[in-house]
């Protein structure tokens, strides 16, 4: 079989879903980057917060017996660190990109200690699928949304809001005006810091639905570092949509792609290196942040504390 | 306790920063429609005193009353409610968003959970006709030229319902006549029972337009009066603590061959705007060219093509016939060129270096500063004592770092640096900007010395005054363009002034 001829046969809705699902992580980092650095701080600790969110749902989920309560606690574990990123990003005016490295590197370091010391044999019980018997079968539409997991649908939903509150609600034009200048919102009147820390907040309770992903949707189990650099091919698509959501979501879909054709093309036996086409999100990543940052705009305050 | 037409009555400022005392037990009070004119030099403690009052400084002692009640003002949200104003020396406009955005930010209204920009608009355009300030509610700040903005933040201000008016500087930015429109605005601002404090140094538009002047010095009121008591010389000298002499002492020009040729210079902005369209002119030995504009309209840029800080897109530098090698401020510096750069302390000083090492900062490579690789401590220090001495630097030691120093001397350390080398070319750009009275005086008999002695200068400036005093020749620049040349004998500033805002 020749690779045209598979490339005819490849199912290419099937091919698009599961891209989606794979962007489904990423496109979390890169809403949760969206609110902190359209706020003015740095946050490159979506990873760490991604990771811990992932152990913490895993570990809560099997506890409980329920996925639920599992992503409620996971959650609520990426927004302690976020706002421990804050306190030093905002509070103590530490250099932002070290505060997240070490958001990082802690993140790393606690959940495997855990997962040596505890292990991780039970398996934790899955998040449902979005799955109607009947709109299932909707040509195309039917394949890409009616039978897909719950929290794509949330990151979709996501989408749309985190679009409609940044650029059509009092909150958006405030965090964006602390993103830009913050001296001009606080002469407008506008607590500063208290917009940043929330904003850092949202953050993190976004990374906190994408480490969720991994734990309660792909594999029901935790292994050690799971969530693989996604935090920063996240902010990486959030940076290629120049800190806009719908542009951002779309350019995770540039990431997973490849990696999706990848499979594909596998199934149908065609000998391609696989390990080489999964570093092509990271390959891309990498070129992204090379040379696309310099033509993106990012928020003109994004980084540095705000001191009266 | 106060007197009913008192609005504000600020009794016993004190604020204290590390290192300088910046307000120092001052009093003011503010009439019912007067503009008060806050007058001072650099650094006397204007703007920390509007601060104060706008809530972004907590005094460390003093009381403010407002309408015979004391308030007391912890930020700027305070400050609103309470009626007050106030129009930044940088503006507090967020440029990725538009008119209406940014003066309803703070205050926005909503339409169920959504943001609403119609209302707010009507109003925004009622204010605007009221009052004279034209501008679009739907254009994008960063769009906006410098004088529509402050119309934006003037605009903002009454949004907010401001019966107390704080400008600080507001002229520092505009061409002539922006100054006039600006103040028929407060004319009529004042009619309608709005009070003004009125920041400025300049002496003639604080005559022009305030009821009331309060000199300040060193943090210090050193004097109140009016514009119908005190003369421009009397001001000055209340401002400098010494008389002082406005006008520049200068003997016709003696022009010489042409030492600086720019020819049909094209070049781009950092913003990767075209800032240069074809500049061409000429300076002779002998004469000052002065390039009048208001900033932003290529100068920057141009300057930065001479002294070989920006690769120019087309077009040739000559220096005395030989062209220069673009982007080479080291060629330009060793074949006679001197540079006071616009912005002092991203090109003319390093802040934490030494006054002694800052003022070799060009030459430092050579002999006798260096020898064998290794710096001669010696030779630097001895060098710097020399330059303090002549160009009457204040300074503690020569090893203090520069940064320590105030405006006025960290500029004067940058002249004597560009003055102690043997110089053809002098590309002067705002060479007085932040600097007290003083220096300027000194600075500007410098320059003239300079072309005396048989030096070409270019002065680049945004203050017309300066550009007046000083040119031989006059050129004035427009949207990257040289749009007009003058006599500076003969030169008038109402004719500059429409040349700047490109009628031609
Ligand atoms: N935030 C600050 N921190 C330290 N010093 C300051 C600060 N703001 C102003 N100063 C100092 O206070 C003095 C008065 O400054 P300012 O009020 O800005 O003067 P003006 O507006 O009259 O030019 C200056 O010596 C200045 O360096
Ligand atoms: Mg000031």
């Given at each position: 079989?020749?690779?045209?001829?598979?490339?005819?046969?490849?199912?290419?809705?099937?091919?698009?879903?599961?891209?989606?699902?794979?962007?489904?992580?990423?496109?979390?980092?890169?809403?949760?980057?969206?609110f902190?650095?359209?706020?003015?701080?740095?946050?490159?600790?979506?990873?760490?917060?991604?990771?811990?969110?992932?152990y913490?749902?895993?570990?809560?989920?099997?506890?409980?017996?329920?996925?639920?309560?599992?992503?409620?606690?996971?959650?609520?574990?990426?927004?302690?660190?976020?706002?421990?990123?804050?306190?030093?990003?905002?509070?103590?005016?530490?250099?932002?990109?070290?505060?997240?490295t070490?958001?990082n590197?802690?993140?790393?370091?606690?959940?495997?200690?855990?997962?040596?010391?505890?292990?991780?044999?039970?398996?934790?019980?899955?998040?449902?699928?979005?799955?109607?018997?009947?709109?299932?079968?909707?040509?195309?539409?039917?394949?890409?949304?009616?039978?897909?997991?719950?929290?794509?649908?949330?990151?979709?939903?996501?989408?749309v809001?985190?679009?409609?509150?940044?650029?059509?609600?009092?909150?958006?034009?405030?965090?964006?005006?602390?993103?830009?200048?913050?001296?001009?919102?606080?002469?407008?009147?506008?607590?500063?810091?208290?917009?940043?820390?929330?904003?850092?907040?949202?953050?993190?309770?976004?990374?906190?639905?994408?480490?969720?992903?991994?734990?309660?949707?792909?594999?029901?189990?935790?292994?050690?570092?799971?969530?693989?650099?996604?935090g920063?091919?996240?902010?990486?698509?959030?940076?290629?949509?120049n800190?806009?959501?719908?542009?951002?979501?779309?350019?995770?879909?540039?990431?997973?792609?490849?990696?999706?054709?990848?499979?594909?093309?596998?199934?149908?036996?065609?000998?391609?290196p696989?390990?080489?086409?999964?570093?092509?999100?990271?390959?891309?990543?990498?070129?992204?942040l090379?040379?696309v940052v310099?033509r993106?705009?990012?928020?003109?305050?994004?980084?540095?504390?705000?001191?009266? | 306790?106060?007197?009913?037409?008192?609005?504000?009555?600020?009794?016993?400022?004190?604020?204290?920063?590390p290192?300088?005392?910046?307000?120092?037990?001052?009093?003011?009070?503010?009439?019912?429609?007067?503009?008060?004119?806050l007058?001072?030099?650099?650094?006397?403690?204007?703007?920390?005193?509007m601060?104060?009052?706008?809530?972004?400084?907590?005094?460390?002692?003093?009381?403010?009353?407002?309408?015979?009640?004391?308030?007391?003002?912890?930020?700027?949200?305070?400050?609103?409610?309470?009626?007050?104003?106030?129009?930044?020396?940088?503006?507090?406009?967020?440029?990725?968003?538009?008119?209406?955005?940014?003066?309803?930010?703070?205050?926005?209204?909503?339409?169920?959970?959504?943001?609403?920009?119609?209302?707010?608009?009507?109003?925004?355009?009622?204010?605007?006709?009221?009052?004279?300030?034209?501008?679009?509610?739907?254009?994008?700040?960063k769009?906006?030229?410098?004088?529509?903005?402050?119309?934006?933040?003037?605009?903002?201000?009454?949004?907010?319902?401001?019966?107390?008016?704080?400008?600080?500087?507001?002229?520092?930015?505009?061409?002539?006549?922006?100054?006039?429109?600006?103040?028929?605005?407060?004319?009529?601002?004042?009619?309608?029972?709005?009070?003004?404090?009125?920041?400025?140094?300049?002496?003639?538009?604080?005559?022009?337009?305030?009821?009331?002047?309060?000199?300040?010095?060193?943090?210090?009121?050193?004097?109140?009066?009016?514009?119908?008591?005190?003369?421009?010389?009397?001001?000055?000298?209340?401002?400098?603590?010494?008389?002082?002499?406005?006008?520049?002492?200068?003997?016709?020009?003696?022009?010489?061959?042409?030492?600086?040729?720019?020819?049909?210079?094209?070049?781009?902005?950092?913003?990767?705007?075209?800032?240069?369209?074809?500049?061409?002119f000429?300076?002779r030995?002998?004469?000052?060219?002065?390039?009048?504009?208001?900033?932003?309209?290529?100068?920057?840029e141009?300057?930065?093509?001479?002294?070989?800080?920006?690769?120019?897109?087309?077009?040739?530098?000559?220096?005395?016939?030989?062209?220069?090698?673009?982007?080479?401020?080291?060629?330009?510096?060793?074949?006679?060129?001197?540079?006071?750069?616009?912005?002092?302390?991203?090109?003319?000083?390093?802040?934490?270096?030494?006054?002694?090492?800052?003022?070799?900062?060009?030459?430092?490579?050579?002999?006798?500063?260096?020898?064998?690789?290794?710096?001669?401590?010696?030779?630097?220090?001895?060098?710097?004592?020399?330059?303090?001495?002549?160009?009457?630097?204040?300074?503690?030691?020569?090893?203090?770092?520069?940064?320590?120093?105030?405006?006025?001397?960290?500029?004067?350390?940058?002249?004597?640096?560009?003055?102690?080398?043997?110089?053809?070319?002098?590309?002067?750009?705002?060479?007085?900007?932040?600097?007290?009275?003083?220096?300027?005086e000194?600075?500007?008999?410098?320059?003239?010395?300079?072309?005396?002695?048989?030096?070409?200068?270019?002065?680049?400036?945004?203050?017309?005054?300066?550009?007046?005093?000083?040119?031989?020749r006059?050129?004035?620049?427009?949207?990257?363009?040289?749009?007009?040349?003058r006599?500076?004998?003969?030169?008038?500033?109402?004719?500059?002034?429409?040349?700047?805002?490109?009628?031609?």
């Open positions: 079989m020749d690779l045209v001829d598979v490339l005819l046969r490849i199912d290419y809705v099937f091919l698009l879903a599961a891209a989606l699902r794979a962007a489904t992580p990423i496109a979390f980092a890169a809403l949760g980057g969206i902190s650095e359209r706020a003015g701080v740095i946050n490159i600790g979506l990873e760490g917060m991604m990771l811990i969110s992932a913490v749902c895993y570990r809560v989920a099997v506890l409980a017996a329920s996925p639920a309560v599992g992503l409620v606690a996971g959650m609520a574990a990426a927004m302690v660190l976020a706002g421990l990123h804050g306190l030093f990003s905002i509070r103590y005016q530490t250099n932002q990109v070290v505060s997240g070490v958001v590197i802690f993140a790393a370091g606690i959940t495997g200690f855990l997962f040596r010391a505890l292990g991780a044999q039970e398996s934790a019980p899955y998040l449902p699928n979005i799955s109607h018997p009947l709109l299932k079968s909707i040509p195309v539409i039917g394949t890409l949304l009616f039978d897909q997991p719950l929290l794509m649908w949330v990151m979709l939903i996501v989408v809001v985190a679009t409609v509150v940044l650029f059509r609600t009092p909150w958006g034009l405030r965090t964006r005006a602390v993103g830009e200048l913050p001296r001009a919102a606080d002469t407008a009147g506008i607590p500063v810091n208290r917009m940043r820390y929330l904003n850092v907040l949202i953050s993190g309770a976004l990374a906190g639905l994408g480490g969720a992903f991994f734990t309660l949707h792909t594999v029901s189990t935790f292994t050690p570092l799971m969530t693989s650099g996604q920063f091919i996240g902010l990486a698509a959030m940076i290629f949509g800190w806009t959501p719908i542009p951002a979501f779309l350019a995770t879909l540039l990431f997973t792609l490849p990696q999706a054709l990848a499979g594909q093309l596998q199934m149908f036996g065609v000998p391609l696989y390990q080489l086409l999964s570093t092509l999100p990271y390959l891309l990543t990498i070129i992204t090379a040379g310099r993106s705009t990012p928020p003109a305050a994004l980084g540095t504390p705000y001191v009266k | 306790m106060t007197r009913p037409d008192v609005v504000l009555e600020m009794r016993g400022i004190t604020k204290r920063f290192g300088v005392l910046a307000n120092d037990h001052i009093n003011l009070d503010l009439r019912k429609g007067e503009v008060h004119a007058l001072g030099e650099n650094g006397a403690g204007k703007s920390t005193l601060n104060i009052l706008y809530g972004l400084y907590q005094p460390d002692a003093g009381e403010i009353w407002l309408d015979g009640r004391r308030v007391t003002i912890h930020s700027p949200r305070d400050a609103i409610a309470l009626g007050i104003g106030m129009v930044h020396q940088h503006f507090m406009l967020v440029p990725t968003l538009t008119v209406t955005e940014n003066i309803i930010l703070g205050l926005e209204t909503r339409r169920g959970l959504l943001l609403d920009e119609a209302t707010p608009q009507q109003r925004i355009r009622q204010i605007s006709r009221d009052f004279g300030l034209e501008i679009d509610p739907e254009a994008y700040v769009d906006l030229p410098v004088g529509v903005q402050q119309r934006v933040e003037i605009v903002k201000a009454l949004y907010r319902n401001a019966r107390v008016l704080v400008l600080d500087e507001p002229t520092a930015v505009l061409t002539p006549l922006e100054v006039e429109s600006l103040f028929s605005t407060l004319r009529a601002l004042v009619k309608r029972g709005v009070s003004v404090i009125f920041i400025s140094h300049k002496l003639k538009e604080v005559k022009a337009i305030a009821d009331r002047i309060t000199v300040l010095r060193q943090g210090r009121v050193v004097g109140s009066t009016t514009p119908a008591e005190a003369g421009e010389a009397q001001l000055a000298s209340m401002m400098v603590g010494r008389p002082v002499i406005l006008k520049v002492d200068k003997s016709p020009a003696q022009p010489g061959p042409v030492v600086l040729s720019v020819r049909d210079v094209k070049a781009m902005s950092d913003r990767r705007a075209m800032a240069l369209q074809g500049v061409s000429d300076v030995a002998g004469e000052i060219v002065g390039i009048a504009g208001v900033e932003g309209n290529g100068q920057t141009l300057v930065e093509v001479i002294t070989g800080l920006r690769q120019p897109l087309a077009g040739q530098v000559l220096l005395c016939g030989q062209p220069l090698p673009a982007w080479s401020p080291r060629a330009a510096i060793d074949r006679g060129m001197s540079h006071i750069p616009e912005d002092r302390y991203k090109y003319g000083i390093v802040a934490a270096y030494s006054l002694a090492i800052n003022l070799v900062l060009s030459v430092f490579h050579r002999p006798p500063f260096s020898r064998n690789g290794l710096l001669q401590r010696r030779a630097i220090l001895s060098n710097a004592e020399r330059l303090v001495e002549e160009f009457d630097i204040r300074a503690p030691h020569a090893e203090v770092p520069i940064g320590k120093l105030s405006g006025g001397n960290q500029q004067k350390a940058v002249v004597a640096r560009e003055f102690s080398r043997p110089m053809k070319l002098l590309v002067a750009a705002q060479p007085t900007r932040g600097v007290d009275v003083g220096s300027i000194f600075i500007h008999k410098r320059i003239v010395q300079a072309r005396d002695a048989g030096a070409a200068v270019l002065l680049v400036s945004a203050e017309l005054d300066e550009i007046m005093a000083l040119s031989d006059i050129l004035v620049m427009f949207g990257g363009r040289i749009v007009g040349e006599d500076g004998r003969t030169a008038r500033r109402e004719d500059i002034g429409l040349l700047m805002m490109g009628k031609v």
